[in-house]
C-alpha cells in the first residue's frame, strides 16, 4: 500500500488569479477611479468606492466573463506545475458566491492550469476539505481548519497578523519545494 501523499487547498481570486488586477482594470475604464495598493491597503474595494459605486462591485462579479478574463498571478502556473510532482493540488474556489463564476473559472483554469485534472478541481461554499495545507487570501477559509495555514498577501489582508503570511509564489516554492 502506497503512503498518501499530502495535499494541498489552492484558492483562486487573489492567489493564482490577479483578480483585483480585474477590478482595477473595470474601475479604471468605466469610472476613471484609480485602485491601487496603496490606496487598496488593508481595505476591502467597497470601502475605497464612492457610496454611488459600492453596489457595482456585485453588478461586475455577477457578469458572465468576469472571472474568465483575469491575469494569471506571476510565477502560479511554474510553482503549481511543480507542487504537482511532491503534493496532491486541489484547486479549491467558492465559485458558487456568483452566479456566472462556475463556468468562467472551470474554463480559466482549463486554459492556464491545464496540468490540473477536473478531479482536483472544487467548487464549493464553504472551504470544508480534507488536506493538510491550505493557501488562501481569506481567512474565513481558515476557520475550522486544523492544518497549515498559509496567507497569500492581498491589498485588504495586510493589516491581519497571527498566520504564516507568503507575499507571492516564489516564497511559497521556497517552503513548500
Not at 98 to 120: G, R
Not at 153 to 158: A, F, L
Amino acid at each position: 500500500m502506497t503512503e498518501r501523499r499530502s495535499r494541498i487547498a489552492v484558492d483562486m481570486d487573489d492567489v493564482i488569479a490577479h483578480t483585483i488586477d480585474r477590478f482595477a482594470e473595470i474601475y479604471r475604464k468605466n469610472h476613471q477611479i484609480e485602485l491601487n495598493e496603496k490606496i487598496l491597503y488593508g481595505k476591502e474595494i467597497r470601502e475605497v468606492l464612492p457610496p454611488e459605486l459600492k453596489h457595482t462591485v456585485s453588478t461586475y462579479v455577477n457578469e458572465p466573463g468576469f472571472f474568465r478574463h483575469i491575469t494569471v498571478m506571476p510565477g502560479s502556473q511554474k510553482v503549481l506545475r511543480e507542487l504537482t510532482g511532491r503534493y496532491d493540488v486541489y484547486i479549491v474556489s467558492a465559485a458558487m458566491e456568483f452566479k456566472n463564476s462556475l463556468i468562467d473559472k472551470f474554463e480559466w483554469l482549463q486554459e492556464h492550469f491545464p496540468f490540473i485534472p477536473w478531479t482536483n478541481i472544487i467548487f464549493c461554499g464553504h472551504k470544508i476539505v480534507d488536506v493538510d495545507i491550505i493557501i488562501d487570501d481569506r481567512i474565513r477559509n481558515f476557520v475550522g481548519f486544523g492544518g497549515r495555514k498559509l496567507l497569500y498577501s492581498s491589498s485588504h489582508n495586510m493589516l491581519v497578523e497571527g498566520y504564516e503570511r507568503v507575499n507571492n509564489w516564489q516564497e511559497i516554492a521556497d517552503r513548500l519545494l
